[in-house]
């Protein structure tokens, strides 16, 4: 069945420095992704939606600046944090919804199986 | 606005005992509702899901009822094992294409 993969699944990187994650789907197309941000013993956080062909959508709170999204084609969304801090440390989830139309929708997304981001 | 509550545990049971997870939705229109599991260290696997009043999601012997009339989506087990220790959230979606929104996620521990 259709999945949503995501990489790297786990990085290591040095304060300073940008990282880039990557999110697909395979076998189907994704024009919206969603990137959430989970700290540990908490719930999924969204940070944005991410839209094909167009800006990515930020919710309240977070910096455009630092979390940069790039929809580059209909299965590829990728988010990179840059300039990464210790406090950027957290395990990041991309999801897609399912390609579903009209009245039998489920409003289902497939989820990513998540990066785990540690900053040192 | 649309949110999810959730009993936040954490909840400790022991092995063959009966589970319920409370969760409650706040929404407008007709939301679809869903229960996800997380396993330490991984991330979301899609538990169960229902999209219309009095649907009944089940899996893995999990059940939950959509009741629109007292806004729930209570999850339930018969008898837990150790293997269902992990943090399940609920969570609703309002459209298609559109972010889900989570409650804030219970952990259960099962003792053998």
């Known amino acids: 069945g259709a999945v949503v993969s995501q990489h790297p699944s786990w990085v290591i990187c040095k304060s300073g420095t940008s990282v880039k994650i990557e999110c697909r789907s395979l076998d189907f197309q994704a024009t919206t992704m969603f990137w959430y941000r989970q700290f540990p013993k908490q719930s999924l956080m969204l940070m944005a939606t991410s839209n094909e062909g167009s800006k990515a959508t930020y919710e309240q709170g977070v910096e455009k600046d630092k979390f940069l999204i790039n929809h580059a084609s209909l299965t590829l969304s990728t988010l990179t944090v840059t300039s990464a801090h210790p406090e950027d440390s957290s395990f990041y989830i991309c999801s897609a919804p399912l390609p579903e139309t009209g009245l039998l929708s489920s409003y289902e997304q497939y989820f990513g199986p998540g990066t785990r981001l540690t900053v040192t | 606005g649309n949110s999810v509550t959730q009993m936040e545990g954490p909840v400790t049971l022991s092995e063959e005992a009966f589970l319920t997870i409370n969760c409650t939705y706040t929404a407008t229109g007709y939301p679809s509702l869903f229960w996800y599991v997380q396993y330490p260290g991984e991330g979301l696997q899609l538990l169960l899901k229902?999209?219309?009043?009095?649907d009944k999601g089940s899996n893995k012997g999990f059940e939950a009822t959509y009741r629109k009339e007292t806004t729930s989506f209570h999850l339930e087990k018969g008898s837990v094992q150790v293997s269902d220790s992990a943090v399940y959230f609920c969570a609703l979606g309002k459209a298609s294409y559109d972010k889900v929104i989570f409650g804030p996620g219970t952990s259960l521990s099962v003792i053998p």
């Open positions: 229902a999209t219309k009043a009095d």
